[in-house]
T-cell receptor, first 111, second 112 residues
Framework: GENVEQHPSTLSVQEGDSAVIKCTYS??????FPWYKQELGKRPQLIID?????GEKKDQRIAVTLNKTAKHFSLHITETQPEDSAVYFC??????????FGTGTRLQVFP | NAGVTQTPKFQVLKTGQSMTLQCAQD?????MSWYRQDPGMGLRLIHY???????DQGEVPNGYNVSRSTTEDFPLRLLSAAPSQTSVYFC???????????FGNGTRLTVT
């Protein structure tokens, strides 16, 4: 079945450094790849998404890249700030309409 | 708009009891889904619906039933609760399958 793997499970960076989270997916027909941020005790919220006809998308300090051939996509956060500390989830939409999530990355940004 | 509303926020059940988690959205979204969140396992899809009258199984459907009689409501039924169903449950909706998911605030369920 469809599967999404996410690495690393935890990531600690110094404020101002960059953070990169990587995901791979199994269904080559997947065409939609969102990223969600979940703060402690709250619901997940979309931070950026990318569709399969685009290789890269940026929104201020956040960027996502997609490599369809290798079936992997990555989240890049530049100039990290303490408020970026949260759990981040990648997801992939399969051709059966399921949105499958990765297992999450806990990002800690130290001042 | 209230967005996605889940009730209850907290629930404690005894093994073998049944209950329904309610989910309603007022955004006229076609796509609705239920996830469970367990530590270290991310968000796992239980059931989903691409429109009223249509439901399908996700990754972990066993022990759960859903129905979608209206566009607004997507209840999740636990038939006979088990301790393995202790989790945080999120309902989510989106305008279409390729639109951002809007999550409810979650229901924390404990089965003893």
């Amino acid at each position: 079945g469809e599967n999404v793997e996410q690495h690393p499970s935890t990531l600690s960076v110094q404020e101002g450094d960059s953070a990169v989270i990587k995901c791979t997916y199994s269904d080559s027909a997947s065409n939609y790849f969102p990223w969600y941020k979940q703060e402690l005790g709250k619901r997940p919220q979309l931070i950026i998404d990318i569709r399969s006809n685009v290789g890269e998308k940026k929104d201020q300090r956040i960027a996502v890249t997609l490599n369809k051939t290798a079936k992997h996509f990555s989240l890049h956060i530049t100039e990290t700030q303490p408020e970026d500390s949260a759990v981040y989830f990648c997801a992939a939409r399969s051709n059966t309409d399921k949105l499958i999530f990765g297992t999450g990355t806990r990002l800690q940004v130290f001042p | 708009n209230a967005g996605v509303t889940q009730t209850p926020k907290f629930q404690v059940l005894k093994t073998g009891q049944s209950m329904t988690l309610q989910c309603a959205q007022d955004m006229n979204h076609e796509y609705m889904s239920w996830y469970r969140q367990d530590p270290g396992m991310g968000l796992r899809l239980i059931h989903y619906s691409v429109g009223a009258g249509i439901t399908d199984q996700g990754e972990v459907p066993n022990g759960y039933n859903v129905s979608r009689s209206t566009t607004e409501d997507f209840p999740l039924r636990l038939l006979s609760a088990a301790p393995s169903q202790t989790s945080v449950y999120f309902c989510a909706s989106s305008y279409s399958k390729d639109s951002p998911l809007h999550f409810g605030n979650g229901t924390r369920l404990t089965v003893t």
